[in-house]
């Protein structure tokens, strides 16, 4: 049978693609559905500044050049992750005190160094991680609270600078659908259109929990509003996970839904939606276990990497 990426490639988007970690990669089983299936690689990992500046001004881009050059290998688009984010940076620089301007350069050399690096390998650069509460609020981290809100605007103008062909995508969950965080995520988009600033995506990172995913047309309406600001919408990061387990087959069901939910608003949106990618695709891997403690199965394949429902369900809504 066709594969999930061609099956998108045939729909007219550019991939389908996932995250995954290189030390998955002597999993051969593993290995075999992630190249059967999918169109892009995402690191999980080691783009992030805690792997590449481990002191500064000294980098390490030997993890994501070995990431790198396997995407590249096996002719995947590589999707390049992340460069400022309030978790998974290098302890150093919680460990001494700055000013705005000593902070936002070294935020721009550790920009700079790396989107420079890797220039004309990188389809997209997630360049600001989660910047918001759910509030809609700034969310407090070192970046904002040393430089204020313009780390953003600083940042991205780093990332055009350093690679201007890489898509620049700004990255955030609980902005699928409308709600204060989605509307403080379009303002942010238009403040930076405002002040010349490129921005070219929103990454919607779309972690859901069955039963409680937005439904398609509330995510149909939040993609279309940010469409119309001028910028491409990536569905970045999805999995729909249980909060408790073990699921029940009706709630296999419902998981598929939810999958059809995210899939299906950006195959309504057309070309303004280029591109989806699952954080991981097999359990066994899963990013969520280790985070929220008792819940589970969000991805498309069970840990024996036989398929769920949901990986039917969305082909058949791409
Ligand atoms: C996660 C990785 O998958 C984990 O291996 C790591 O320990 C923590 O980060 N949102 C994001 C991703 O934007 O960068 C996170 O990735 C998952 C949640």
């Given at each position: ?24 990669f ?20 080691v ?15 030997s ?41 936002s ?13 890797y ?5 997209s ?10 509030d ?9 609270n040393?430089i ?64 409680e ?73 899963s ?18 990497l ?13």
């Amino acid at each position: 049978s066709s594969s999930l990426n061609s099956i998108a490639v045939a729909a007219g988007k550019k991939f389908f693609g996932t995250a995954t970690n290189q030390d998955q990669f002597n999993d051969a089983s593993y290995v075999d559905v992630m190249l059967a299936q999918f169109g892009s690689l995402t690191p999980a990992n080691v783009q992030k500044w805690q792997y590449t500046e481990p002191s500064q001004g000294s980098y390490d881009y030997s993890q994501g050049d070995s990431f790198a050059s396997y995407a590249a290998e096996n002719g995947k688009i590589l999707c390049c992750d992340n460069l400022v984010w309030y978790q998974q940076y290098p302890s150093w620089i919680d460990s001494q005190s700055w000013t705005a301007e000593s902070l936002s350069e070294v935020m721009t050399n550790h920009i700079t160094s790396e989107v420079s690096h890797y220039k004309g390998k990188c389809y997209s650069w997630n360049v600001v991680n989660e910047a918001f509460n759910d509030d809609g609020t700034w969310r407090e981290n070192v970046f904002y609270n040393t430089i204020g809100e313009d780390y953003i605007a600083q940042s991205f103008a780093a990332a055009a600078a350093a690679d201007p062909n890489a898509i620049l995508y700004y990255n955030d969950y609980n902005i699928e659908s409308p709600g204060a965080k989605a509307t403080a995520v379009e303002n942010l988009i238009s403040s930076l259109k405002s002040q010349g600033i490129k921005i070219d995506a929103v990454g919607l990172e779309s972690h859901f929990i069955v039963g409680e995913t937005p439904s398609l047309s509330q995510q149909q309406q939040q993609m279309q509003a940010y469409a119309n600001l001028g910028v491409d919408v990536f569905v970045t990061e999805l999995d729909v996970r249980f909060s408790s387990l073990p699921p029940t087959e009706q709630g296999l069901q419902q998981q598929s839904e939810d999958y059809q939910a995210s899939v299906g608003a950006c195959a309504a949106l057309g070309s303004k939606c280029p591109a989806i990618s699952v954080w991981d695709f097999d359990d066994t891997y899963s990013w969520i276990p280790s985070t929220f403690s008792g819940q589970g199965d969000a991805d498309l394949y069970w840990a024996n990497l036989t398929a769920k429902p949901a990986l039917a369900g969305i082909e058949s809504v791409l």
